[in-house]
């Protein structure tokens, strides 16, 4: 009797740790399925580059912009890109930063200029994100002979000597391909560099290499 108590009380006690091990065991990610959705949800910006948008765009209210003193619009889609460095301020690399060098430009070339706003239709910063500036089908002041049919691309930063950060080169290409998927931007669309349009050193030497291997681009 005694003997039988015996083997009833261990048979007892094997299926208690048995089941404590079974709920643990449940609580441990599965080494095949983890990695598996690691590699499933780590998503490069040029795998998803013209599908995903890898940038936000960053309105005129998020960057405490000023009010226009006038504004005059162009009908659309534009049919010329004309790309530009800012040479000063350099490139900025937060959200933060981004803003402030928007301001100081706008500040610059509205009280040093005496221009009704901002002289680039978007800028590309050094954080990702893309900026607002005069926006899409609103003349510009940034390329004579253009402004009325060009959206006015700014790169954030000096590049006489060095290229833009890549995830900058990323996000304006994107850019590109997004002012014409969304209709703003023609299909047939040229690109050009500052210097192609007027007498100017930007958009600096390394970037313009840059753009010339770009799509569209094309002698002036």
């Known amino acids: ?55 936000r765009l960053i309105t005129r209210a998020e960057w405490a912009a000023r009010i226009p003193t006038s504004i005059s619009n162009f009908t659309g889609p534009a049919p010329y890109v004309i790309l530009h460095h800012s040479y000063q ?3 900025c690399r937060t959200l933060d930063a981004c803003k402030a060098a928007m301001r100081s430009m706008q500040n ?3 009280d040093g200029h005496g221009w009704t706003d901002i002289g680039y239709s978007f800028a590309v910063g050094g954080d990702g994100n893309v900026y607002e500036g005069r926006g899409y089908e609103v003349v510009g002041a940034h390329a004579p002979n253009y402004n009325s049919r060009s959206i006015g691309l700014l790169l954030i930063g000096n590049f006489m000597d060095e290229l833009p950060p890549a995830p900058m080169l990323d996000v304006a290409q994107d850019f590109i391909k997004y002012s014409v998927e969304s209709g703003h931007l023609r299909k047939d669309y040229i690109l050009h560099g500052h210097r192609q349009v007027r007498s100017t050193e930007c958009p ?14 094309q002698k002036s």
């Not at 600096?204 to 681009?217: D, K």
């Open 108 to 110: 610059y070339h509205m």
């Open 89 to 91: 301020p350099g490139v």
């Open 1 to 55: 009797m005694m003997l039988l108590l015996l083997v009833l009380l261990l048979v007892g006690n094997m299926t208690m740790f048995t089941s404590i091990e079974l709920c643990v065991a449940a609580a441990i990610p599965d080494n095949n399925n983890d990695t598996a959705f690691t590699t499933e949800t780590t998503i490069t910006s040029e795998q998803i580059l013209g599908y995903t948008r890898d940038w």
């Open 204 to 217: 600096g030497n390394a970037l313009y290499a840059e753009i010339t291997m770009w799509p569209h681009w």
